[in-house]
């Protein structure tokens, strides 16, 4: 098949578009509200976009509590979600409103971040403390139409690793397992790792 992306038109019950970006990393957001709510959820559409200095982004649906809380307090986590934390990953992304606090709701232990405020996962074996840049508005192909999807920008700032998931100075995924999205209701897990040396 091949199909044109901005009628939509593939014919297929479902749309097959994310499985064909996958798997995608999640980043497992953490925040809180102006009022001072924490505030979890796990955003799929997310990745490492530079380094040194690091930015990362993540696309919001629509405008949503992770989206207002960075935009209100300029600071956000990216929690690494995982296989053994992949229950409290899909339990924090239920429609809450602003008031609830997904730590609470799903049990999960908060730890002070070191240069933001919004707490970590404690029991996540990463964590990326970063500070807003900026949010991307999207465009929809329609002249003078947006889309209701935003894409959010930060800095990274502070690094947190568990020192356990580190093997002669090396991060070892296989230990962290880290958790990721593909299409429909499908995810994957990295625990399998080959090397290839950059071609030159
Ligand atoms: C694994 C997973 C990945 C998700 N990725 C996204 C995403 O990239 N963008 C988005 O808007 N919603 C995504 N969602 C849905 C949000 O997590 C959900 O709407 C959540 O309630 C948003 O919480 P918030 O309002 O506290 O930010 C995802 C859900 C799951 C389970």
Not at 9 to 30: M, Q, Y
Not at 155 to 181: H, K, Q, S
Request: glycine letters at 8%; hydrophobic letters at 45%.
């Amino acid at each position: 098949m091949h199909y044109d992306a901005l009628a939509g038109d593939h014919g297929l019950p479902f749309d097959p578009i994310n499985a064909l970006v996958s798997p995608r990393p999640i980043g497992w957001i953490s925040t809180l509200s102006a009022d001072g709510v924490p505030n979890l959820a796990p955003y799929s559409y997310f990745n490492l976009v530079a380094a040194k200095p690091g930015v990362v982004m993540f696309g919001s649906s629509s405008l949503k509590d992770s989206q207002r809380n960075v935009e209100q307090t300029g600071e956000f986590v990216c929690n690494l979600a995982t296989w053994d934390l992949r229950e409290a990953v899909n339990r924090s992304s239920v429609p809450a409103g602003p008031e609830v606090d997904e730590f609470a709701l799903t049990g999960l232990k908060t730890a002070p971040s070191r240069w933001v405020r919004p707490p970590r996962v404690a029991m996540a074996p990463a964590a990326l403390e970063c500070r807003y840049i900026e949010t991307v508005a999207l465009p929809t192909g329609a002249p003078g139409q947006l889309h209701k999807a935003s894409l959010i920008l930060g800095l990274v700032v502070g690094v947190y690793i568990n020192d356990a998931n580190l093997v002669e100075g090396r991060v070892d995924v296989t230990r962290m397992r880290p958790l990721a999205r593909l299409g429909y209701m499908d995810y994957s897990v990295t625990d399998d790792v080959f090397i290839m040396e950059r071609a030159v």
